[in-house]
């Protein structure tokens, strides 16, 4: 079992940053692959970016790429997500999620924090 808490959101103007911080609970944190989601009103839920267990890859939305940075630091057990250039676009919940490497879906979830970005 894994439980997540997320912090670091809050309103920001276009063109600000913010860093969101994921912090979880258990030993098994280094063994899985964290994300983090977002899901805008009235839209659905979208995968920003996720890195793999070991810190060896990483992938990014599209619309997020050279933008957005995910990093974890197994030592603290927390994932983070540096958000630059911020767009009003990007405002949304902030998911942070959590599986292992060999499952398909994300299996363990925070309850979100939000992030609105005003232009």
């Known amino acids: 079992q894994v439980q997540l808490v997320e912090s670091g959101g809050g309103l920001v103007q276009a063109g600000g940053s913010l860093r969101l911080s994921c912090a979880a609970s258990?030993?098994?944190?280094?063994?899985?692959?964290m994300a983090w989601f977002r899901q805008a009103p009235g839209k659905e839920r979208e995968i920003v970016a996720s890195?793999?267990?070991?810190?060896?890859?990483?992938l990014y939305l599209d619309s997020v790429k050279g933008r957005f940075t995910i990093s974890r630091d197994n030592a603290k057990n927390t994932v983070y997500l540096q958000m630059n250039s911020l767009k009003p676009e990007d405002t949304a919940v902030y998911y942070c999620?959590?599986?292992?490497?060999?499952?398909?879906?994300?299996?363990?979830w925070g309850q979100g924090t939000q992030v609105t970005v005003s232009s």
């Open positions: 999620a959590a599986r292992s490497e060999v499952s398909v879906n994300y299996d363990y």
């Open positions: 258990g030993r098994t944190f280094s063994t899985y692959r």
């Open positions: 890195i793999s267990s070991s810190r060896g890859s990483s």
